[in-house]
């Protein structure tokens, strides 16, 4: 399946910028499953300084905003080919060694909740059995609600609350599989719906390495593992490694986003 994405991020600065920088991690990356025949990033209001390639294989764009800019408009766009693969990612190539993700991380640290959620599944079942079970009750202990969580919680936060999205089920997957000694990392990526082409936010989900099968990617929001749906494009820990955007700034105040994403397939 050929899908075509355009993902657009607006910013109105009340007051104009003296100085900024933003690190990029929306240009997704060709692997098992999945090629890249496509993609181009523009900016107005700035500009792109350089292109390089982090220690999770992420490609990341560097771009320096304009002095004194009111406005910053990044557009990403570009077309991806997806193959069914059942949510099997496949070996691990580098060049972040595999222990680095079973290393917990502010966000998901395991605490006593999601302890209590390991304790509702079988040691004793095969892994695959045992962590899809996980994820059916990650589902069904913590609710989707958009708008309901905080940025900030980590997923023993997530746990108590009972409710987050898509970012919030994959830091409790993360705290609970690398508390069962897997190496599990943060994905986030595009994924075409079925009733809407035009979204508001990237979506996520994570990737579990299991013996002889390799990275297997889990849905925890979907109840899923991804298929040919799913664009990949960033990796991590957690959400801060593989967030779309990071950066910093002089001036700019009183900034208005807006950010407007449209999956479809070709």
């Known amino acids: 399946m050929k899908l ?70 990044v557009s990403s766009e570009g077309e991806v080919e997806i193959t069914q693969t059942d949510g ?31 304790h509702e599944t079988d040691p004793r079942a095969p892994d695959l059995e045992r962590l899809h079970g996980l994820m059916a009750l990650i589902r069904k202990n913590v609710a989707y609600e958009t708008g309901a969580s905080d940025p900030s919680w980590d997923a023993e936060e997530v746990i108590a609350h009972g409710r987050g999205v898509c970012q919030d089920h994959a830091h409790v997957a993360l705290a609970c599989t690398r508390e069962m000694g897997f190496a599990a990392r943060y994905v986030s990526g595009y994924l075409m719906l ?35 749906r799913y664009v990949r494009v960033a990796t991590g820990l957690d959400y801060g490694d593989a967030a779309p955007v990071t950066g910093s700034r002089v001036g700019g105040n009183g900034e208005a986003l807006s950010v407007h994403i449209e999956v479809a397939q070709q």
């Open 4 to 73: 075509r994405i355009r993902h657009v991020t607006r910013y109105q600065f009340g007051d104009p910028v003296r100085y900024g920088l933003q690190q990029l991690r929306k240009t997704p990356k060709s692997s098992h499953g999945q090629t890249v025949l496509n993609w181009t990033t523009q900016v107005e209001g700035g500009r792109k300084e350089l292109a390089y390639e982090d220690h999770h294989h992420n490609t990341v764009e560097l771009l320096s905003i304009d002095r004194n800019a009111g406005l910053l408009v």
């Open 88 to 118: 099997i990612v496949g070996r691990h190539p580098g060049p972040a060694p595999l222990w680095l993700y079973r290393r917990g991380t502010a966000f998901t640290k395991a605490g006593a909740g999601a302890r209590a959620l390991l």
């Open 194 to 228: 079925n009733d809407a082409v035009e979204q508001e936010a990237m979506h996520a989900w994570i990737e579990v390495h299991v013996d002889r099968l390799g990275w297997v990617g889990f849905d925890v929001s979907n109840g899923i593992s991804p298929d040919h």
